[in-house]
């Protein structure tokens, strides 16, 4: 075991594939020679020669690009895209492309690659850097979704996306790459793509979270324990395939749900997850399952930023919402 | 002083496609003739003509409701033909929506190429040992993967070429530029081939772009443009042959751009009278390269008015049994579009099997 931060359990999940596997490749802007603009690759060429491990000029759907064609020759490609607002450039590749290849070929060809991507709020980075862009994702047939919350799931997922012979879109948190250190185990070890975890259990309501959100739901968990709530909190960990049977096995026990996310309102996983606990839980909720989300804007000005992300407090007025309906 | 500029790059040479036959098929450039047996040269000559007859039939299927999507390729044979026969089995083909005759002459089976154009999941399920994808609809989108592709072969130490193929339209998109940039860059063993035939469904050439020629776009890239005469397939056939063999050893990779002209519109939905004349298709006509490859052969006595004929109908008759043969094969399920999407099918899309 070691302490390690989010961005070192995805450095060591990366180091521990490329020694297993020489078929997997690490290629994206700035992620050989210098290791990354958040030095999640360093020293990673250094180790494992540029062969394995290279930067590449600058131009994301060739980098989409250069991923299907490698998967295509055998080659596992961990592509980075620098950050999560520039996934546009390279949505044909990714969305498209690489999502489709198993069943445009009838399974005689795959895209076994994992997209890497920074994304997320609080930091006050520049314009599209931050945005929450993983209900596009999950909209897009043959792709898998992940955001981890911690170093712990970032390490064991990525190891499992890395193996995965599907295209995996990799999300991490840019609030949350040193935000906190786990006990990460050495070596490899696997977290199930498509399981959700019960971070928190509880007996009145369902907190449903992913990414940083969860930590906030947390917080508001912790408010909400002072008022007598007991708030049961779920990291969904994968949002495609989402793990429905964790989220319903919850709500069967308090009967009560909201899900936080700082995608806004219409977008997001949130609407997904409230259609598909419509399908198989309705009759044990006792009131409707409410979001608490960002609104419908453009993702804010930095100044403006904390206003307008989920706060503990603005998930503790939607618990009560939820509980005095 | 008035008019001056301050200096500036400039490449305005001229480009004179690369040509060996005359449009009477005649030898104007021995020095750079391939280096090609009797028995290859007729068998270019017979994939011309069974590529012309097939396109003829695939036309006459499309109107009849037995072939859906379907770009014909009549007066690309040069450039499709040549281009595919330069190369080896174990070179890797990365094809736009037009390209089906180099991906049948790489390997794929006619009929799957029937089922792809009737929108079956088949016609994808390239044979195992046949190194092509799909036609590609997004243009561009190929280009990134031959050279991905090409980069794998790099990588691998395998001294095998990628070649792509768009059209003059398809140098106008993104994925052109950052597909030609990525292999200076790399210096991959591909070839990117353009077919320009002057339009892109109703846009002319000029535009598209400004440039004088697409091959002029390699210097962008820092790689090698070339410019052939698309309707002399000999010529089609020296230029990949010699771009296969730089990039296989080494030397990068090669835009080659191919002058030629499609006789029939851009689509079977295309009316193309609306946008070219017919002194056009007329001067166009004249440069057939079946005619122009066919008058080579016959001066050599390799071929024979007998031996296109001998061979129509053997095209004809291979038409209509992998047409047959398209028809015969087993429809597709819902269930099976599922279990296609990811290796391991999960919970929800098991779960969507109920409601069919």
């Known amino acids: 075991m070691a302490q390690m931060n989010m961005i070192e359990a995805i450095k060591d999940a990366m180091r521990v594939e490329l020694k297993r596997d020489p078929s997997v490749v690490i290629f994206g802007e700035d992620v050989g020679h210098v290791g990354g603009v958040f030095r999640a690759t360093e020293g990673l060429q250094a180790e494992f020669g540029e062969n394995r491990v290279f930067d590449t000029p600058l131009a994301e759907s060739a980098i989409g690009g250069m991923a299907v064609g490698l998967g295509i020759q055998g080659f596992r490609p961990v592509a980075e895209i620098q950050f999560v607002g520039f996934i546009f450039e390279a949505l044909d590749q990714m969305f498209v492309q690489a999502a489709r290849m198993r069943y445009r070929s009838g399974g005689r060809y795959n895209a076994p690659i994992v997209f890497r991507t920074p994304f997320g709020g ?62 990460v185990p050495e070596g490899e070890y696997t977290v199930p793509i498509g399981k959700a975890k019960v971070v928190r259990e509880g007996t009145d309501v369902t907190i449903i979270a992913y990414g940083l959100m969860v930590h906030t739901a947390l917080k508001a968990a912790d408010e909400l324990e002072k008022n007598g709530v007991k708030a049961e909190v779920i990291d969904l960990r994968t949002l495609m395939p ?81 509980l005095q309906f | 002083m008035p008019g001056q500029t301050l200096p500036h790059v400039v490449h305005s040479e001229d480009v004179t496609p690369l040509r060996i036959l005359s449009p009477e098929g005649e030898v104007i450039n021995a020095d750079l003739m391939p280096d090609l047996t009797d028995e290859q040269l007729k ?50 083909v990365c094809p736009g929506y037009r390209d089906m005759p180099q991906i049948v002459w790489h390997g794929l089976p006619l009929y799957q190429a029937f089922l792809y154009s009737r929108g079956h999941q088949h016609g994808g399920q390239i044979p195992e040992g046949v190194n092509v994808l799909m036609p590609q609809i997004i243009i561009g989108a190929q280009i990134l993967h031959a050279t991905g592709i090409a980069m794998g072969f790099k990588l691998k130490g395998e001294k095998r070429v990628a070649i792509t193929y768009t059209g003059d339209g398809g140098s106008s998109e993104g994925d052109f530029y950052e597909g030609l940039n990525y292999a200076g860059a790399f210096k991959l063993p591909a070839i990117y081939f353009v077919q320009n035939n002057g339009y892109a469904i109703t846009t002319p050439y000029a535009k598209q772009t400004g440039a004088q020629s697409i091959a002029h776009k390699a210097l962008a890239a820092g790689i090698r443009g070339v ?121 929800h899309l098991e779960e969507q099997k109920a409601d069919f």
């Not at chain 2, 939905?269 to 006509?285: C, F, H, I, N």
């Not at chain 2, 095209?315 to 391991?344: C, F, P, R, W």
């Open chain 1, 122 to 183: 609080g930091v006050k980075a520049a314009e599209l850097h931050t945005d929450a862009l993983e209900g596009l994702a999950m909209q897009t047939p043959g792709l898998k979704v992940i955001v981890p919350s911690n170093p712990y799931d970032a390490k064991g997922l990525l190891i499992s996306a890395i193996r995965d012979n599907d295209p995996v879109f990799f999300m991490e948190h840019l609030n949350l790459y040193r935000a906190f250190r786990d006990e």
């Open chain 1, 242 to 322: 989402l793990d429905i049977d964790t989220i319903v096995a919850s709500i069967q026990k308090t009967n009560r749900a909201i899900v936080v996310q700082e995608a806004q309102k219409s977008a997001g996983a949130a609407a997904e997850i409230i259609a598909q606990i419509n399908e198989k839980a309705i009759l044990h909720l006792e009131a409707p399952v409410l979001r608490c989300a960002p609104p419908d804007t453009v993702y804010p000005f930095a100044q403006i930023e904390d206003q307008w992300l989920p706060t503990p407090a603005r998930i503790v007025k939607k618990v009560n919402e939820v």
């Open chain 2, 43 to 92: 068998e270019v000559m017979y994939r011309m003509v069974f590529t012309r007859t097939w396109d003829d039939r695939a036309v006459n299927l499309g109107r009849q409701g037995r072939l859906g999507f379907y770009a014909p390729v009549s007066g690309q044979e040069g450039t499709m033909v040549g281009s595919e026969y330069a190369l080896t089995k174990d070179d890797f």
């Open chain 2, 227 to 347: 410019q052939v005469d698309g309707m002399d397939v000999l010529a089609v056939i020296a230029a990949v042959r010699e771009a296969a063999e730089i990039a296989r050893n080494g030397g990068g990779a090669t835009l080659i751009e191919g002058l030629t002209y499609r006789f029939r519109p851009h689509s079977m939905s295309d009316d193309a009278t609306k946008y070219r004349t017919k002194d056009e298709e007329a001067e166009w006509g004249l440069k057939d390269p079946i005619i122009r490859f066919g008058k080579y052969l016959e001066s050599k006595g390799l071929w024979s008015e007998e031996d296109t004929a001998r061979v129509r109908e053997e095209a004809k008759a291979a038409v209509n049994e992998h047409i047959k043969k398209a028809e015969q094969t087993e429809k597709m399920t819902i269930h099976g579009l599922i279990d296609s999407m990811y290796e391991n099918t999960p919970q």
